[in-house]
């Protein structure tokens, strides 16, 4: 049982390129979120799905684009890379959007020169 | 909206010892309120979560208490052992996890 699968673990981008993050999870969960985690600021909400069919914009949508592909994938696409955006991404999921343990992925880190 | 503060973010202690992490948030609205450990190279994990209708919770080595009239909650760990050692983070929510607010982590170590 994988959980939640992201790729690639590790990226480097030029300003201006452009990249797709892979996030699927094997759990047939209703709910997958894409976050950015930066040094001394805990976790930030990027894009969540609710459930297939539906995405909403979190704490830092601006520069990100996502789709959910189906129930288990759900990509984060950066139309053209800046360096503040040179981060780490986890992808999670769980059953619904509410409360409840949610399932992270081991993370892409991403460098943006 | 909301904010949440954490503190220490670097606890060093000896190992047998206890940990105490504290997050103090902004609204008093919020209801729900996980801790996550992360350890190197990993997702965040769930050990514990409370919410706004309980003052305590215990798993084994692990509590959280809830202070909803100060607006702050605190994570314990009792007889800390080598594999405690990680980042935890603490998070506070309005509504669910789609409004989840996160502190910006402590990172505990454990002396021999």
């Known amino acids: 049982n994988a959980g939640v699968t992201q790729t690639p673990k590790f990226q480097v981008l030029k300003t201006g390129q452009s990249m797709t993050l892979q996030c699927a999870q094997d759990?047939?969960?209703?709910?997958m979120y894409w976050y950015r985690q930066d040094p001394g600021m805990g976790l930030r909400l990027i894009y969540y799905?609710?459930?297939?069919?539906?995405?909403d914009k979190g704490e830092v949508p601006n520069g990100y684009n996502v789709s959910r592909l189906n129930k288990r994938e759900f990509s984060l696409r950066l139309e053209s890379a800046a360096p503040s955006q040179t981060s780490v991404y986890f992808c999670?999921?769980?059953?619904?959007?509410?409360?409840?343990?949610?399932?992270f992925g081991e993370g892409s880190r991403l460098t943006v020169l | 909206g909301e904010n949440v503060e954490q503190h220490p973010s670097t606890l060093s202690v000896q190992e047998g010892d206890s940990a105490v992490i504290k997050c103090t948030y902004s609204?008093?609205?919020?209801?729900?309120f996980p801790w996550y450990k992360q350890e190197l190279g990993k997702g965040p994990q769930l050990i514990i979560d409370?919410?706004?209708n309980v003052g305590e919770k215990k798993d084994q080595r692990i509590a959280v208490t809830l202070n909803k009239t100060a607006k702050h909650f605190s994570l314990h760990i009792t007889e800390t052992q080598p594999e405690d050692s990680a980042v935890y983070f603490c998070?506070?929510?309005?509504?669910?996890?789609?409004?989840?607010?996160w502190g910006a982590g402590t990172k505990l170590i454990i002396k021999p």
């Open positions: 799905s609710a459930s297939e069919g539906t995405t």
């Open positions: 998070a506070a929510s309005l509504s669910g996890n789609y409004q989840l607010i």
């Open positions: 999670a999921s769980n059953p619904s959007g509410d409360t409840g343990e949610l399932f």
């Open positions: 759990m047939n969960h209703n709910s």
């Open positions: 409370i919410r706004s």
């Open positions: 609204d008093s609205a919020s209801n729900y």
